[in-house]
């Protein structure tokens, strides 16, 4: 194979930028109908998120918060961190004892009744759901993204309104103008509390609802102190990721009324739309599945200057909406009963699953993080063949190892990604002790991992493992344990490589290897936990 000249971090930003083409193109593709202004619209906003003035700190945006009496914030509805953002302000502006009114785009102003109701406690949520009829204007279930923001408002008694105004089909300025005229009723309303709004991104442009807003306020009326809070632009991240700065900066300044916040990488907020244009009916197409799966295993595979064997034409990928499959395993005479029900539980834990030696893979979810993980099991099956019977102790740090390359796999996709580590696990199990008696059942093995998962820990600091052990024997412990583990390992293995600590050359090794020796996993383990040793973390959010 061709050697490269490209560092790792170069590699990636090339194959990043080549699934956000790819990405860009297919969403592109989805839109049928536009209307004739769409172009000019899409325009406004991107001319809008070009540049950057400064990088700042997330304090200096919470000062700008305190300031503002009106601050828009931009909705990507198909990101879930897109509304957990906005959450997080609404955390922080509480916590400051601000008193504030959510406005939101997702629902229609006649259903403000129904809202009302529903956060008074007069009605249901499932009669709330089944008033309100989410699901047919946004085709998708998008109510557990959004849900949070209504429990907030209803245990802190905030006001929250509907703003969307327009009949349906009208168009982008329509909107804004009904928008607009909503914003204005729930301010002259609260003239003394500051308005947030989530709207989609596209909106916040100055042109868009920020100028239809200001031209409906009277002659008599004072402008109001306004923040547009932008997410994810791609245009931003490229700039940042060319500075190798994307991995530490959450949020820069446009200008002294504007500042966009990065909380999730291009691509994959990329596929959280695309993951919703093909869920009709909670039913995935079986083919773009699987050729999301292995275009991802090829990615991984280049990137680290491996082949794809011919074995993966065979490949089969299920999703949550087919599982099929679970009749033909059980009629398979290599297929125990113990084993099947093992999958099962996986299945039912959400969990996505690969069965190398039938060459399947179940998709828990079509997430990126989901499918890219896979997908180096995957590959890691194509390039050391199929796993076979070892010793307990041998088996434990065998699975680590391949937990670890399918979280560092997923890493080469999603840097982002984040998983637990130490003290994570630490204040877990500090927040679950303080329950005391009162630990739900389904917690306590959750708290017995954490536990052990510290334990280990503990002794791989004194460069030791373990031989015998009660966990081996315990299916959910055992998968728990070398779960939680190899995640650990395989996040900080990605640093590691991008801080010069471990060679691609090396990790290509790990994904051949198929550690047969007795003992030699546990070894290989001991290895990697030296050489990643001192590795810096981003800081977790």
């Not at 590699?11 to 969403?27: D, G, H, P, S, Y």
């Not at 949520?125 to 204007?137: G, H, M, S, V, Y």
């Not at 994959?268 to 999301?292: C, H, K, M, P, T």
Request: charged content about 30%; glycine content about 4%; proline content about 3%.
């Amino acid at each position: 194979m061709r050697k490269s000249n490209l560092s790792p971090r170069e590699e990636l930003l090339k194959i990043q930028r080549q699934i956000f083409l790819q990405n860009k193109k297919r969403i592109e593709d989805s839109v049928f109908v536009r209307e004739k202004s769409f172009e000019t619209y899409q325009k406004n906003y991107f001319k809008r998120l070009k540049n950057y003035q400064k990088v700042v700190d997330i304090e200096t945006l919470e000062s700008a918060l305190q300031k503002a009496q009106l601050i828009y914030v931009g909705d990507y509805h198909t990101n879930k961190q897109s509304q957990r953002t906005f959450l997080r302000l609404l955390k922080r502006l509480k916590k400051k004892k601000a008193s504030f009114v959510i406005a939101l785009e997702l629902l229609h102003a006649r259903y403000q009744k129904q809202i009302e109701a529903y956060l008074q406690d007069k009605i249901s949520e499932e009669l709330f759901l089944k008033q309100i009829q989410l699901k047919k204007r946004w085709y998708i279930d998008l109510w557990p993204h959004f849900a949070p923001l209504f429990h907030f408002a209803k245990h802190h008694q905030v006001s929250l309104y509907a703003i969307e105004a327009a009949p349906e089909n009208s168009s982008l300025r329509q909107r804004d103008e009904e928008m607009a005229g909503q914003l204005l009723k729930i301010h002259r309303q609260y003239p003394k509390q500051k308005i947030l709004v989530l709207v989609g991104d596209l909106h916040l442009a100055p042109e868009h609802l920020p100028h239809e807003f200001e031209k409906l306020l009277s002659a008599e009326e004072k402008p109001l102190e306004t923040l547009s809070i932008y997410q994810n632009s791609a245009d931003i991240y490229w700039k940042l990721a060319e500075q190798k700065k994307e991995e530490k900066i959450e949020v820069v300044q446009l200008d002294e009324r504007s500042f966009c916040m990065l909380n999730t990488p291009p691509i994959v907020w990329q596929q959280s739309y695309l993951n919703w244009l093909e869920q009709e009916g909670d039913e995935i197409e079986f083919v773009d599945a699987r050729s999301q799966v292995l275009s991802l295993a090829g990615r991984i595979a280049r990137f680290l200057g491996l082949k794809l064997s011919s074995a993966k034409d065979d490949l089969e990928v299920y999703t949550c909406g087919d599982l099929s499959f679970l009749e033909r395993l059980k009629k398979e005479e290599d297929f125990s009963a113990k084993e099947i029900t093992q999958i099962k539980q996986q299945i039912l834990a959400s969990e996505s699953y690969t069965i190398p030696r039938k060459k399947i893979i179940y998709l828990g979810s079509l997430s990126l993080n989901h499918a890219a993980e896979e997908a180096a099991h995957f590959l890691k099956y194509l390039c050391s063949g199929e796993e076979f019977e070892r010793d307990s102790a041998d088996a434990f740090y065998a699975n680590i190892l391949h937990e670890t390359l399918g979280f560092f796999g997923s890493k080469i996709i999603n840097h982002k990604r984040k998983c637990m580590q130490g003290g994570d696990y630490k204040k877990l199990i500090q927040y679950l002790r303080k329950l005391g008696g009162n630990i739900p059942r389904e917690r306590q093995l959750e708290l017995e991992i954490a536990r052990l998962i510290l334990q280990h820990i503990q002794l791989e600091k004194k460069d030791l493992t373990i031989s015998e052990h009660s966990l081996f024997k315990k299916h959910l412990l055992f998968f728990g344990v070398t779960h939680g583990l190899g995640y650990r390992l395989g996040d900080k293995l990605y640093y590691a490589m991008m801080q010069g600590k471990i060679s691609k050359s090396q990790i290509r090794e790990l994904f051949v290897d198929p550690f047969r020796h007795s003992g030699q996993a546990a070894e290989v383990y001991r290895w990697l936990i030296r050489k990643v040793e001192g590795v810096k973390l981003p800081k977790r959010v």
